[in-house]
């Protein structure tokens, strides 16, 4: 109980050291059927100095999401499903979490690029992290 209280008070500072982090997409299919949902398996570091609460526990609430680019890189879809961590993520630390993606509704050749986000603050992307870009063939149902 000590440390959901000592993460509920942290000073939240949101300069560029917040927004590190190593994730690695584990099983993300390189072919996936038009506008269905997979259940696609990240594994996420925290590289930052901070710790990572649940989004009830306090600042920053970081969650893991992704963008559609078409295959020449131009952004076609942002609203990827965002996804809480699973519990408390402190500096150092890594969990496997399972990340929700749904196929863009059209066929064709896509990029899915994973991000994180704290809502109302930064896209982690806009701060200078890169996340894994992982080439998809979307096929008709």
Not at 89 to 97: D, N, S
């Amino acid at each position: 109980l000590a440390e959901i209280d000592l993460a509920a008070v942290q000073e939240c500072d949101y300069g560029p050291a917040l927004f590190r982090a190593r994730l690695v997409c584990v099983d993300c299919p390189q072919r996936m059927e038009a506008g269905r949902w997979y259940k696609v398996d990240v594994d996420l570091r925290n590289e930052s100095p901070v710790a990572w609460p649940l989004p009830e526990m306090g600042a920053p609430d970081v969650r893991v999401t992704y963008q559609w680019l078409r295959h020449d890189g131009e952004l076609f879809d942002y609203k990827g499903r965002r996804t809480v961590l699973p519990h408390m993520l402190r500096p150092g630390e890594k969990t496997m979490l399972p990340a929700p993606v749904r196929a863009p509704k059209g066929p064709g050749d896509y990029i899915l690029q994973w991000d994180m986000v704290i809502p109302q603050v930064a896209w982690f992307s806009g701060q200078g992290w890169r996340g894994p870009e992982i080439p998809v063939s979307v096929v008709g149902a």
